[in-house]
């Protein structure tokens, strides 16, 4: 068993106790041959996802996303980009100057009706933020070239032409999937009347990261998201790349966005799932969809830390005499933000997990119940961490570079205070010996990025290298 893992519930808690809450959550333990075996079968899908014969049958599609080219810092001018992610919408305005960049941004919300209602609902939504964006910027009038940072699973045709291939993470829009974005964000704009932009790229927020890092660090090659969702892209060999009925001159490479969450989705990671992770799949809104993402991201990681946390306690091993009318039993009550709140307390006073039991409405626990909750987190975290690790590793030996630099994004990576550590120390035990590699936190990942690909595009396309497949 790994040593990262025991933490040791004891103190005044009897041995009976502790053994019976193992047995609870014994199945997120997994050993490091389990994680190769599961690094096997990802590589696996990736090849068929990469294969043009195979790619009807995976799950993992493989996407190629017509970014071909780099920032190579010598990228001018202002843009517009659009950051769609999941949780958050940003609209954002991005001056680029050689390395340095400004950007200002402002965050909107997406209300649940507009993400479970039409898709002329959402456009519309997104083209008033715009407006209201430019309005307050004193930029109405100026044709900005716009980025768009769309995260979630597309076809791409061209740079900007990209059709939704299926809703994940809290999404469910009808009339979407299979259209194509940009015209529904051109339409969109036009019903509104006032507003005139050039959509030159629209890219996921694992390509963003990848560009925006590799704006400052020639060596980065692959892009790693852990936020709302979970997903990664890398550069592949145009060779690879099944897919590609693109022109084929240099550079011979794209980066290829993996849509890895939905790895699993046929039955192959059966072997790992835990009875919580199969209740919060049931209760999910697309039931049997994105098996990894759900054992990983920010938007599930608490819920299934929940379901750990009732069950626990309706056995009698945790918060005896609870209230059942209190949160802890409401499902999506138990936010992955608590997760990394809980694990940041360090002594016997566990404030922030008590501030996390009193909001859910927990009373009358003992410090005994807070070390349980505490162990919880760690385990569904640890697995989280080291199943991304996993995916990572198959990534970096399958590129087999010296030295590459991971672009990572996302509010789970950023705030989570073990996430990077338990990652590298899982990625060092199963990254081919001899290759390097470290984890870069990509700072506005999503928002540069879908700018830089935006500038990108315009500067291949104004000096006629036909780089880029636009
Ligand atoms: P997006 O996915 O829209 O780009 P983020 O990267 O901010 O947005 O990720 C949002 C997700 O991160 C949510 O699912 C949320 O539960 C989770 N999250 C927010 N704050 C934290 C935190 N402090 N620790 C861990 N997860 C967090
Ligand atoms: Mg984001």
């Known amino acids: 068993?790994?040593?990262?893992?025991?933490?040791?519930?004891?103190?005044?808690?009897?041995?009976?106790?502790?053994?019976?809450?193992?047995?609870?959550?014994?199945?997120?333990?997994?050993?490091?041959?389990?994680?190769?075996?599961?690094?096997?079968?990802?590589?696996?899908?990736?090849?068929?996802?990469?294969?043009?014969?195979?790619?009807?049958?995976?799950?993992?599609?493989?996407?190629?996303?017509?970014?071909?080219?780099?920032?190579?810092?010598?990228?001018?001018?202002?843009?517009?980009?659009?950051?769609?992610?999941?949780?958050?919408?940003?609209?954002?305005?991005?001056?680029?100057?050689?390395?340095?960049?400004?950007?200002?941004?402002?965050?909107?919300?997406i209300p649940q009706r507009i993400m479970l209602g039409t898709g002329t609902q959402l456009f519309d939504h997104i083209a008033d933020c715009i407006c209201k964006f430019v309005n307050t910027h004193d930029i109405m009038g100026e044709k900005l070239p716009l980025g768009f940072t769309f995260s979630f699973p597309c076809k791409q045709?061209?740079?900007?032409?990209?059709?939704?291939?299926?809703?994940?993470?809290?999404?469910?829009?009808?009339?979407?999937?299979?259209?194509?974005?940009?015209?529904?964000?051109?339409?969109?704009?036009?019903?509104?009347?006032?507003?005139?932009?050039?959509?030159?790229?629209?890219?996921?927020?694992?390509?963003?990261?990848?560009?925006?890092?590799?704006?400052?660090?020639?060596?980065?090659?692959?892009?790693?998201?852990?936020?709302?969702?979970?997903n990664a892209c890398y550069m592949e060999n145009?060779?690879?790349?099944?897919?590609?009925?693109?022109?084929?001159?240099?550079?011979?490479?794209?980066?290829?966005?993996?849509?890895?969450?939905?790895?699993?989705?046929?039955?192959?990671?059966?072997?790992?799932?835990?009875?919580?992770?199969?209740?919060?799949?049931?209760?999910?809104?697309?039931?049997?969809?994105q098996i990894l993402e759900k054992m990983i991201s920010g938007m599930y990681m608490g819920e299934i830390v929940r379901l750990v946390l009732e069950r626990l306690t309706m056995e009698g091993l945790?918060?005896?005499?609870?209230?059942?009318?209190?949160?802890?039993?409401?499902?999506?009550?138990?936010?992955?933000?608590?997760v990394s709140e809980i694990e940041s307390d360090h002594d016997e006073f566990f404030r922030n997990t008590k501030q996390a039991l009193d909001e859910l409405g927990l009373e009358g626990y003992s410090s005994e119940d807070c070390k349980i909750v505490k162990y919880v987190c760690t385990l569904i975290s640890a697995r989280a961490a080291f199943l991304s690790a996993a995916g990572l590793a198959t990534l970096i030996n399958k590129i087999n570079k010296p030295n590459m630099t991971i672009a990572v994004d996302g509010s789970l990576y950023r705030f989570h205070p073990r996430f990077h550590n338990l990652m590298c120390l899982k990625m060092k035990e199963l990254v081919r010996p001899g290759l390097k590699f470290q984890l870069q936190l990509s700072h506005d990942g999503s928002g540069k990025g879908a700018a830089l690909v935006a500038a990108v595009a315009t500067r291949l396309r104004d000096s006629k290298e036909i780089s880029v497949d636009c």
Request: hydrophobic share 35%; net charge neutral.
């Open 157 to 230: 045709e061209g740079l900007a032409t990209a059709r939704l291939s299926k809703w994940t993470k809290g999404f469910r829009c009808e009339g979407v999937v299979g259209e194509d974005l940009c015209i529904l964000l051109h339409e969109a704009l036009k019903r509104k009347g006032n507003i005139d932009v050039e959509v030159v790229a629209i890219i996921n927020d694992a390509v963003g990261t990848l560009m925006s890092t590799a704006h400052s660090d020639r060596n980065c090659e692959i892009g790693l998201i852990l936020g709302t969702g979970c």
């Open 318 to 338: 945790l918060f005896s005499g609870v209230d059942r009318e209190c949160e802890l039993f409401v499902r999506g009550r138990f936010y992955t933000k608590y």
């Open 1 to 109: 068993m790994n040593t990262i893992l025991k933490n040791p519930l004891g103190g005044n808690l009897k041995d009976a106790q502790i053994k019976k809450i193992e047995g609870f959550v014994r199945g997120f333990k997994l050993s490091s041959l389990t994680y190769k075996r599961i690094m096997q079968l990802l590589h696996e899908e990736m090849n068929s996802g990469l294969s043009k014969t195979t790619n009807h049958m995976a799950d993992i599609k493989m996407f190629p996303t017509f970014v071909r080219s780099l920032p190579d810092g010598t990228e001018k001018g202002k843009y517009l980009a659009l950051d769609l992610g999941g949780t958050n919408f940003r609209v954002l305005m991005v001056e680029l100057n050689g390395k340095d960049v400004d950007i200002q941004s402002k965050t909107y919300l």
């Open 238 to 289: 145009l060779e690879h790349v099944g897919l590609w009925d693109g022109e084929i001159r240099n550079p011979k490479q794209v980066i290829v966005n993996t849509e890895w969450g939905a790895f699993g989705d046929n039955g192959c990671l059966d072997f790992i799932r835990t009875e919580y992770d199969r209740e919060l799949d049931t209760f999910s809104i697309n039931p049997g969809k």
